[in-house]
């Protein structure tokens, strides 16, 4: 969520950003309602205080008119009046300042300079590591996986619909060996506090992180409650500190949490429906960082080769996308895309986006720093990327490490956790 001071003080900025996404023609008139009700919320604070004073003043008077044995009726009278409108002024400040804070939470965030303007096709590729598997003759992983007995996709479809799959065998076993593979790989060797979160939040954590009230349709939510199935564990584990005050010393904080995620994804039907490549529940391991304003592009850089190093490991080729700003997530100000090779499908495919919001959920989530004693607080920044997700790694990894005899080779990062050598 934006400072209401960039829509007063920085409307401009908020619309070249805005402009930069290709939203503006859509915002446009939202932006102008918001500039509207902000002028009409001060207008309101004014009124009432200058009432307030009235009425103070009307109050001493009746007061030294009583002691005087002096008629104050009038007066009595037009203090009651004042009260009636100052009731009546609060109830309307109150009605604007919601509908302000409607329109801000449906603001998306502004991108950092550096973000390339335009939509997908401006994309930037980065870098890149491996060399990309040919085609020929790979198999596509759903064809390798069912062949293995790893992969129950139409018993998956049968308990729940599309779009859930069933792991069996070395199949949920490769799940299990991947899990602990990454959370130890990030908690040992990266820094990250492992935590459990829920896999049900409420609300406010939701709108915390920006899944609503936009993405609402995307969502599962529990009937009869208002609770919500996570989408991804960013949400319990950014929500881990909302309003609270944190110690800047403390900063950065760095925490990973593997957790099972679940999206509707309502507006995707019919968008690479085979295997793994577009699940409603999945499996993924997530990455969090808070650090301060000053810290964030470099805590960025971090995060990222940290989910780098996964792919690495796993011996996959992959490259990194800088997202141009029409291709950035609602709430990131800067994002890298890590996109997998997988030779069956012979598509690029993403393992993870790596963002950082700058204090965009901070502000929704009220979570803010001191930076030291006697300072004045400030909202902390806050960063977050899958290290990684399993559907399309796991695909990668059953057509890139294929073998002619129909087996799969388990990369040697990853052996001491599946307890084999091969998978088949």
Not at 351 to 369: K, L, T
Request: aromatic letters at 6%; glycine letters at 8%.
């Amino acid at each position: 969520m934006h400072d209401l001071r960039m829509v007063r003080e920085q409307i401009d900025v908020l619309r070249d950003g805005l402009r930069r996404r290709g939203k503006l023609d859509s915002v446009a008139s939202t932006l102008d309602r918001a500039e509207s009700l902000d002028r009409d919320r001060r207008a309101l604070i004014q009124a009432v205080e200058e009432r307030k004073a009235e009425r103070n003043g009307i109050s001493q008077e009746v007061a030294r008119r009583k002691r005087a044995k002096e008629d104050a009726d009038g007066l009595i009278e037009r203090g009651r009046e004042l009260g009636e409108e100052i009731s009546r002024l609060e109830r309307e400040r109150g009605e604007a300042e919601d509908a302000l804070q409607g329109i801000l939470l449906e603001i998306p965030n502004v991108t950092l300079p550096d973000v390339p303007a335009g939509g997908e096709e401006a994309n930037a590729v980065v870098r890149s590591w491996g060399t990309p598997r040919a085609p020929d003759g790979v198999r596509p992983h759903w064809e390798v996986g069912e062949a293995a007995g790893v992969l129950d996709l139409p018993r998956g479809a049968k308990l729940s619909g599309s779009g859930f799959p069933v792991f069996r065998g070395e199949g949920a076993r490769l799940v299990r060996a991947l899990m602990n593979f990454m959370l130890d790989l990030h908690t040992r060797e990266h820094g990250y506090q492992e935590t459990w979160v829920p896999s049900v939040v409420n609300r406010a954590s939701m709108t915390g992180t920006a899944q609503l009230p936009k993405f609402e349709d995307d969502m599962y939510g529990v009937r009869d409650e208002d609770l919500f199935l996570i989408p991804t564990a960013e949400v319990p584990v950014t929500n881990l500190y909302r309003d609270e005050m944190l110690d800047g010393a403390q900063l950065p904080l760095a925490m990973t949490a593997y957790s099972p995620c679940f999206r509707r994804e309502a507006g995707s039907h019919g968008k690479d429906t085979r295997g793994l490549l577009r699940l409603h529940q999945f499996d993924k391991v997530e990455l969090v960082r808070y650090t301060t304003p000053e810290s964030s592009e470099a805590e960025h850089e971090r995060l990222t080769a940290h989910a780098e190093e996964v792919l690495r490991r796993l011996e996959l080729p992959y490259r990194v996308l800088l997202l141009a700003s029409g291709d950035t997530g609602f709430a990131s100000a800067k994002t890298y895309d890590l996109e997998v090779w997988a030779p069956g499908v012979g598509k690029w495919l993403e393992v993870s986006s790596c963002s950082n919001f700058g204090d965009f959920q901070a502000r929704r989530a009220n979570i803010r720093y001191r930076p030291a004693p006697g300072e004045k607080p400030r909202f902390v920044h806050t960063l977050n990327g899958s290290g990684l997700a399993f559907p399309r790694t796991i695909a990668a990894l059953l057509e890139h490490h294929q073998r002619e005899d129909g087996g799969v080779t388990v990369p040697e990062a990853l052996r001491p956790y599946f307890g084999a050598d091969r998978i088949g």
